[in-house]
């Protein structure tokens, strides 16, 4: 085992947080009861506000990367053994706690899910963040009653941001599950690999972020809505009698200027979607349900692999909507 290894780290200079490549020690790690062997993370959204200054972590230093898949190396918790397979995703990685751009993290054993055994250890990293919070989605959509029915079929499922990581994984659900799927995104180009993961059709997102009537025509059987703002409150004027909106992002906007009049008069729900400290049963069970459910071949389609040397040419990208589908970060590389 290295004695000195590569991470991501993220200090006070003059005030501000800034990231760069530090050489750091075992012996540096947190005091948790795990030590993994990390191959791969991912970039997110957070992770590109992250490493371009933005104040995401909330104590410094910080070991940037807010998802990470390896291997068991130590263990003090008799529930995982040397060689365990692991992902971790969220519980404050990145903001509170020393995330996975690096070669070695110690973890607290409650925060780690076995990676289902169809998936390798770079397809783990391929669902994420992003990949897992669309399961929830997804979940939370058919716990309040969403099947494929005719009332299903009469309309379609719409995922907005649908390009993006969550999106994509969203789109691929869906359409595996039969569901016909809209797929919303302001990027032309990505039309083709849209309909590739299972998109019935495509349309612009400026149709959603303009303001319209507090109740619009109903076109949507239900929605996984990742970008929040004048989006989120249009798709929910649009959703059909008895619908559901899961929302779990705000890439647009953290502001929901909506009526009450679909929740009152049409009675829409609005599933709130939380992945940072979702419980362990649940994110076990959306691992399980991705496991099954996500066709392996769709997943590989949406996926680069990067190096973590690329980190902070890749951080700005995403930020700048120009990332599509998932991004690997391998941390060895």
Known sequence: MSDSFRAVLIEDVDGKPKAGFKQLSLADLPKHDVLVEIAYSTVNYKDGLALTGGRIARKLPMVAGIDLAGTVVESSDPEWKPGDRVVVNGYGLSETQWGGYSRF?????????????????????????????????????????????????????????????????????LAARGFKVV???????????????????????????????????????????????????????????????????????????????????????????????????????AWWQLGKGLPLDKLDAMTEVQPLSAIFELAPAILAGKIRGRMVIDVNA
């Open 183 to 285: 797929a919303a995104t302001g990027r032309p180009d990505t039309h083709a690999y849209l309909k590739g993961l299972g998109a019935s059709a495509c349309i612009d997102r400026a149709e959603l972020s303009e303001k319209g009537p507090a109740l619009g025509k109903e076109r949507w059987a239900a929605v996984i809505d990742s970008v929040g703002g004048q989006t989120l409150a249009t798709a929910i004027g649009q959703t059909q009698y008895g619908g559901w909106v899961a929302a779990c992002g705000m890439a647009g906007g953290n502001d929901m200027p909506a009526s009450v009049f679909p929740f009152i008069l049409r009675n829409v729900s609005l599933l709130g979607i939380d992945s940072v400290m979702a419980p362990s049963h649940r994110r076990r069970r």
């Open 105 to 173: 993290q110690r973890l607290k054993s409650e925060w780690l899910v076995r990676i289902p055994d169809n998936f390798s250890l770079s397809q783990a990293m391929a669902v994420g963040t992003a990949g897992y919070t669309a399961m929830l989605c997804v979940m939370a959509l058919e716990d309040a009653g969403l099947v494929k029915d005719d009332r299903a079929e009469a309309l379609p499922v719409l995922v907005t941001g649908a390009a993006g990581g969550v999106g994509s994984v969203a789109v691929s659900l």
